[in-house]
C-alpha cells in the first residue's frame, strides 16, 4: 500500500458504522481490508455478510494540505461515477452511498460497488502481446465512449474552480495552479517557475487547436482497470476522482505522445492527425511529469521512488517542449 499523510485511516468500529449508515443495519461487515493501489484517497474493500463485496473511499484529513486542483475530489468522484452511469454503457461501479456530515467519519466518503475481475496491472505481465492489445483496444474505445460526454466550458468539475471558455484559458489555469503549488511547497524544479509558465504559455495557441470540452478520465492507469481474466473483457473502470472537461489527448494512454495504428482504428476517430496534437501532447506530458512531481512535497511518501521515476519524465519534457 502507497502510505501517503492524505489518507485517513479506517478501523474497524469506523467501518461498521459506514455500513449501518449505508444500509440500516439490514447487513453487516464481516471483514475490512485496506487496498494496497492508490495514493490519495484511503481505500478499503469491505465484506458484507449478505455476500457483497463494496469499496470505501475516504478523502484526506481536513489539515493535510492538498494541491489546489485535488479540492473535492471525492464530490467530484461521486458525481462523474453518476454522469457516466447514465450516459454511456462503461463498466464503473455504482454508487451506494455518499456522507458530507462529518458524523461517522471525520472525512467525506463513499461507498460503491466492487468491480469483479482482476487488476490489469496484476495480469498485463502474463498476456501474450496480441491480447494486451486487444484489451488496450478496449480501454481507447472506452474512452472514446467518454469523450463523447460534453460540457459547456474547460476546466475542473468542482463547482469552486475557475471556468474557461477556450481550452488555453482552461489548460493555463491548470497550470498556474500547480505552480502555485510548487511555490507554496517550496520544490526545487529544473526551471524557474517563471520560465515554465513562459515555455507553456507559447504554445497557447495549439490549446485552442481544442474548441469542444469533453469529459476526460486523465488517470486510467493499468491500476484503475478492472478485466476478466477468462474472456479478457474490461469489466471495471474505478479512480474518476481526477476527471476534467479538456481535451481527449490529454489522457494517460497517450503519455508520451502514443501512436499506433491499433490506437488510432480503436479510438474511431483521427485524434493524432488535428492541428497541434504532437504540441499539446507535448504539453500534457510535462504537465503529468511535474503533477508527480510537486505532489511528493504534499504526501510525504516514505520512499522517494515516485519521485526517482517523475524528476526524469520531468526534464525529458521540458527538452521536447524547447
Given amino acids: 500500500m502507497v502510505d501517503s499523510r492524505s489518507k485517513t485511516p479506517v478501523d474497524r468500529d469506523q467501518a461498521e458504522a459506514v455500513v449501518e449508515a449505508a ?8 471483514g475490512a481490508t485496506a487496498c ?7 481505500v478499503h474493500r469491505l465484506e458484507l455478510d449478505d455476500g457483497r463485496h463494496v469499496v470505501l473511499k475516504v478523502a484526506p484529513p481536513a489539515d493535510v494540505p492538498v494541491l489546489r486542483y485535488e479540492h473535492d ?11 457516466v452511469g447514465e450516459r454511456t454503457a462503461l463498466p464503473v461501479p455504482a454508487v451506494l452511498a455518499w456522507d458530507r456530515t462529518g458524523e461517522v467519519l471525520p472525512s467525506d466518503w463513499f461507498l460503491m460497488a466492487a468491480c469483479p475481475g482482476r487488476l490489469l496491472s496484476e495480469l498485463r505481465t ?13 480501454l481507447v474505445r472506452h474512452l472514446a465512449a467518454l ?12 463547482r469552486s474552480a475557475p471556468k474557461a471558455r477556450a481550452w488555453s484559458g482552461g489548460f493555463l489555469g491548470l497550470f498556474d495552479d500547480l505552480l502555485a503549488d510548487a511555490a507554496d511547497a517550496a520544490v ?6 517563471d520560465e515554465l509558465r513562459e515555455l507553456v504559455a507559447e504554445q497557447a495557441d495549439a490549446l485552442d487547436a481544442v474548441t469542444t470540452p469533453r469529459l476526460v478520465h486523465w488517470d486510467l492507469w493499468d491500476t484503475n482497470v478492472f478485466v476478466d481474466p477468462e474472456t479478457l473483457e474490461v469489466v471495471g473502470l474505478i479512480d474518476f476522482e481526477r476527471v476534467l472537461w479538456g481535451d481527449p489527448l490529454m489522457e494517460a494512454q497517450f503519455l508520451g505522445k502514443r501512436r499506433t495504428d491499433e490506437t488510432v482504428e480503436a479510438y474511431g476517430t483521427a485524434l493524432f492527425d488535428e492541428p497541434h496534437a504532437v504540441e499539446r501532447r507535448r504539453l500534457y506530458d510535462l504537465y503529468l511529469a511535474l ?14 521512488d515516485i519521485e526517482q521515476l517523475a524528476r526524469p519524465m520531468l526534464a525529458t519534457a521540458i527538452e521536447e517542449l524547447r
Fill in 36 to 42: 494496497e493501489e492508490g495514493w490519495f484517497n484511503a
Fill in 188 to 193: 526545487d524544479l529544473p526551471l524557474p517557475l
Fill in 147 to 158: 469523450h463523447g460526454i460534453t460540457g459547456p466550458t474547460f476546466g475542473r468539475p468542482d
Fill in 126 to 138: 502474463t498476456l501474450a502481446p496480441e491480447a494486451a492489445a486487444a484489451v488496450d483496444g478496449q
Fill in 23 to 30: 444500509f440500516g443495519g439490514s447487513v453487516g461487515l464481516v
Fill in 73 to 83: 475530489l471525492l464530490t467530484t468522484e461521486v458525481e462523474a461515477l453518476r454522469l
Fill in 291 to 304: 503533477v508527480m512531481t510537486v505532489e511528493c512535497a504534499y504526501r510525504h511518501y516514505p520512499t522517494d
